[in-house]
């Protein structure tokens, strides 16, 4: 009995701990923390990374490889050069915003954008960097406690955050390290208004603290689809910048 009721006051000081629906926003503010602060993540900051990305599918076992490098200076001034392997072929691309300019070019052949698409650069720290974390903190979600799990072997807590998507839905679920707040894992399924679905998971390791900021290093994005496509992502020589030299968003 003595011992029932031990294991009984050690599961709820756990849940106490990683937290529940009622102390969400302890979970979150935890997490941001862990990773540098809501403040500073959301911050405009210029940035430069080299990204060598490896991508394989069931449809193509022998997959592709890239080593691109991306130059962000907010807040519409970004260059992509990408060097890509696919099927043995080499290709050379690069991709500039400007303003409201923004240029092309694939092995030599430069295009124009339209000014409605080169007024909208991505920031690819969004999607699969530093910042992918705010989305904890977007207004048009609603975020809920998924309590105590493990990924692997790692103890972890995890978050649930959806959102309207047209008329459509998106839910993410985040699973930070207990021990060290930061992200070990994150999971979308999007149910499209095409009446479509959308399901991926990503796994995020290898964090370096940056200027008082957490970026991730590797992160690895399988797609749960009849393909089966995996990307897996390793950033290196990550910097912020004060500002990034002009020339860089120039013409190419």
């Excluded at 303003?99 to 909208?120: H, I, P, V």
Aim: charged share 25%; aromatic share 8%; net charge positive.
């Amino acid at each position: 009995m003595r011992f029932v009721m031990c294991a009984g006051l050690c599961l709820s000081v756990t849940a106490s701990a990683l937290g529940g629906d009622d102390d969400v926003s302890q979970l979150i503010d935890r997490a941001l923390k862990a990773h540098g602060g809501a403040e500073r993540l959301a911050q405009p900051r210029a940035y430069t990374v080299v990204v060598e990305m490896t991508a394989k599918s069931k449809r193509s076992p022998a997959g592709a490889s890239s080593t691109a490098t991306h130059s962000f200076q907010p807040p519409n001034q970004y260059r992509l050069e990408e060097d890509t392997v696919r099927g043995g072929r080499p290709s050379k691309y690069i991709e500039v915003y400007n303003g409201n300019r923004g240029w092309t070019k694939r092995d030599g052949l430069l295009q124009a954008m339209a000014s409605k698409s080169a007024a909208q650069p991505p920031d690819v720290e969004q999607g699969f960097g530093y910042k992918f974390v705010l989305c904890l903190r977007d207004r048009n979600s609603t975020a809920t406690a998924l309590g105590a799990s493990k990924v692997g072997t790692t103890a972890a807590f995890g978050v649930k955050v959806t959102r309207p998507l047209g008329r459509g839905s998106e839910e993410r679920r985040l699973y930070f390290d207990t021990e060290t707040g930061l992200l070990l894992k994150s999971e979308l399924h999007a149910r499209l208004s095409t009446g479509g679905e959308l399901a991926s998971e990503q796994t995020w390791a290898d964090w370096k603290m940056i200027d008082g900021i957490a970026v991730p290093h590797r992160v690895t994005n399988a797609i749960r689809d009849a393909g089966s496509t995996v990307h897996e992502r390793v950033f290196t020589d990550f910097k912020f910048a004060d500002k990034l030299d002009l020339k860089l968003f120039d013409r190419p």
